[in-house]
């Protein structure tokens, strides 16, 4: 069972807040500055309109205060709860022009965020009791690395390594240049920093077993068939980490999952998520008066 997600530190995506509201107010909201009073306030909540796994909501509160300090922002579910259509995630109050202003981002937010773990947690069920694992891939929204890795999270993904810098993954480029899976798992193995595991990517049985030979404890199964796949297992599993990718879906994780890898890596946990469908509901009867 991993840990729970903790959401990163407010350093690695309060810019990309800022960013978002910056592109949607610009100078202002001129539709809320016509109609609505300065002095309005309102109590809102928001709400699921459709099944999902929550994650988001300090992103969303971050949103809100970045307008208006005084908006209070009460959540009303956890990051990682599953919750039904209709389910209240947070309620809210405050004066109405810094809710309609921050409205659309915070639910932009929220609806990116809860889509992925919504979209990992089922995967993460389907392969549900056969021991293998969901990792994550580098496959997310540029600029949303930190916030993209901690939905997976909260969808019960592992995540794989965040960037070039804390992970060493021989792919086939550097296999090609290298001359082959052997001296590229030897020269890895040889000048790896210390903390560091050496992955390497194959995609047959000879190139598995080749790199196990030289050394290498960690494989990635690229494209392999179901066969090939459990055939690999058969023989390595014990002897290296091995960690399938590529054409799993749905309809066939569960089926990746029996041959016996421990790891199953899927780029469109964050490539291809649906967003959640969430709202803002704010009631209106009587404000201003």
Not at 41 to 52: H, K, M, S, T
Not at 78 to 97: F, H, Q
Not at 140 to 163: E, I, S
Request: aromatic share 4%.
């Amino acid at each position: 069972m991993l840990a729970p997600a903790e959401l990163p530190p407010p350093r690695l995506w309060r810019a990309l807040v800022e960013r978002a509201l910056d592109e949607d107010l610009g100078p202002g909201d001129v539709t809320s500055a016509l109609v609505v009073p300065a002095d309005a306030e309102a109590p809102g909540v928001i709400e699921a309109r459709q099944d999902l796994v929550v994650c988001g909501l300090e992103v969303a509160r971050a949103v809100f205060a970045a307008l208006e300090p005084r908006l209070a922002f009460e959540p009303a579910a956890e990051d990682g709860d599953a919750v039904a259509a209709g389910s209240v995630l947070a309620r809210v109050r405050g004066p109405l022009r810094a809710l309609l202003a921050g409205e659309r981002t915070a639910l932009n937010f929220l609806m990116r965020m809860c889509g992925i773990a919504t979209a990992t947690r089922r995967y993460v069920e389907a392969v549900a009791g056969t021991g293998a694992e969901i990792v994550d891939t580098r496959k997310t929204l540029p600029g949303w690395r930190a916030l993209d890795k901690y939905a997976t999270a909260v969808g019960g993904a592992r995540n794989h390594r965040v960037g070039l810098y804390d992970g060493i993954l021989l792919k086939d480029n550097h296999v090609a240049f290298a001359g082959g899976v052997v001296p590229a798992v030897k020269n890895a193995l040889a000048a790896a920093p210390a903390g560091l595991r050496v992955q390497v990517e194959v995609e047959s049985e000879a190139d598995a077993q080749a790199a196990v030979d030289a050394g290498a404890d960690f494989l990635l199964l690229d494209n392999c068939s179901l066969d090939v796949l459990r055939r690999i297992a058969q023989q390595l599993r014990g002897t290296a980490l091995l960690e399938a990718s590529g054409g799993v879906n749905l309809a066939n994780v569960r089926a990746v999952a029996e041959t016996g890898v421990q790891r199953i890596s899927i780029g469109a946990l964050t490539h291809s998520a649906p967003a959640a469908d969430i709202a803002l509901e704010l009631a209106l009867g009587g404000v201003g008066k």
